[in-house]
T-cell receptor
Framework: DAKTTQPNSMESNEEEPVHLPCNHSTISGTDYIHWYRQLPSQGPEYVIHGLTSNVNNRMASLAIAEDRKSSTLILHRATLRDAAVYYCIPQTNYGGSQGNLIFGKGTKLSVKP | EAGVAQSPRYKIIEKRQSVAFWCNPISGHATLYWYQQILGQGPKLLIQFQNNGVVDDSQLPKDRFSAERLKGVDSTLKIQPAKLEDSAVYLC???????????????FGPGTRLTVT
């Protein structure tokens, strides 16, 4: 499995941008990078995924380094509702070809009003 | 679109008792997953179904845990007998399909919090 490194925790102020880093130096060239988040007392929810190019959706943006050894999840304007644990999951962390997810400990994001 | 439903939301039992959890996935989703999440850790996959067949149960403690997915829709996860270390949140998730090169987005239910005393 590709090893990932994420900060244990980060803090942000409300309405400011947040950059959540993830190192995945052993990812292979054809594996997607997925991000999920888990709000308190809820199940995880999908945020975004990408392969090589930067990706945007209504929730966030994903910036992928040119060498693909790292990526950054960007929340453009953090809200209190964005306080959650954010998981970076390279596709090699899927069990074989079965599509299951292998979660690390993620980054706990706190948002201050 | 209705999400993944799970019940009960909370359960407290004594060790050596039995417990069962129920999951109803999103309509049309072929793949169903059960995860165990111990406090402070990320979720860990226990078992994966594709329709009503088991795809991966390599991390399911089969001496005490069992799961089934009859008719390829609802699923139940059972623990018999429970141990103290089974205290955790049990999450059910579903997806349209699975497999490379792109694994479909998984949708998670709210989970069942189990406390074993």
């Amino acid at each position: 499995d590709a090893k990932t490194t994420q900060p244990n925790s980060m803090e942000s102020n409300e309405e400011e941008p947040v950059h959540l880093p993830c190192n995945h130096s052993t990812i292979s060239g054809t594996d997607y990078i997925h991000w999920y988040r888990q709000l308190p007392s809820q199940g995880p929810e999908y945020v975004i995924h990408g392969l090589t190019s930067n990706v945007n959706n209504r929730m966030a943006s994903l910036a992928i380094a040119e060498d693909r050894k790292s990526s950054t999840l960007i929340l453009h304007r953090a809200t209190l509702r964005d306080a959650a644990v954010y998981y970076c999951i390279p596709q090699t962390n899927y069990g074989g070809s079965q599509g299951n997810l292998i979660f690390g400990k993620g980054t706990k994001l706190s948002v201050k009003p | 679109e209705a999400g993944v439903a799970q019940s009960p939301r909370y359960k407290i039992i004594e060790k050596r008792q039995s417990v069962a959890f129920w999951c109803n996935p999103i309509s049309g989703h072929a793949t169903l997953y059960w995860y165990q999440q111990i406090l402070g850790q990320g979720p860990k996959l226990l078992i994966q179904f594709q329709n009503n067949g088991v795809v991966d149960d390599s991390q399911l403690p089969k001496d005490r845990f069992s799961a089934e997915r009859l008719k390829g829709v609802d699923s139940t996860l059972k623990i018999q007998p429970a141990k103290l270390e089974d205290s955790a949140v049990y999450l059910c998730a579903s997806s349209l399909s699975s497999g490379r090169p792109f694994s479909y987005e998984q949708y998670f239910g709210p989970g069942t919090r189990l406390t074993v005393t």
